[in-house]
């Protein structure tokens, strides 16, 4: 393909919302929960399975979280459980490095 019609395809796509930035760059929010038709969560997530994380490695995870989905509060806090929540062939997975929402 020649680059005019290359830069005119581009063009196209851009202004119709479709742009080629991988899923782990696009803009969201730390906690997150979104909703993907894969098998696995992107980089930056991880599955909304009920899992416990330790607060020293996700401080502000937790702040937004808290002990709301379990946990002791004081090493651990918990990832929301929605495997059963699912649509069939999709999952749940909660956004852990993302941009920390503002509080106004």
Known sequence: MKPGKMLAVTAVAMSAGFT???????????????????NFC????????GQLLPIAKNAALFSLLGTTYGGD??????????????????RYCVVTAGLYPSRS
């Open 42 to 49: 992107p980089r930056g997530t991880l599955p909304a399975d």
């Open 73 to 90: 509060g004081r090493t651990t806090f918990g990832l929301p459980d929605l495997r059963n929540d699912a649509p069939a062939g999709t």
């Open 20 to 38: 080629s930035v991988p899923a782990q760059a696009q803009d969201r929010y730390l906690a997150e929960v979104i909703l993907v038709g894969q």
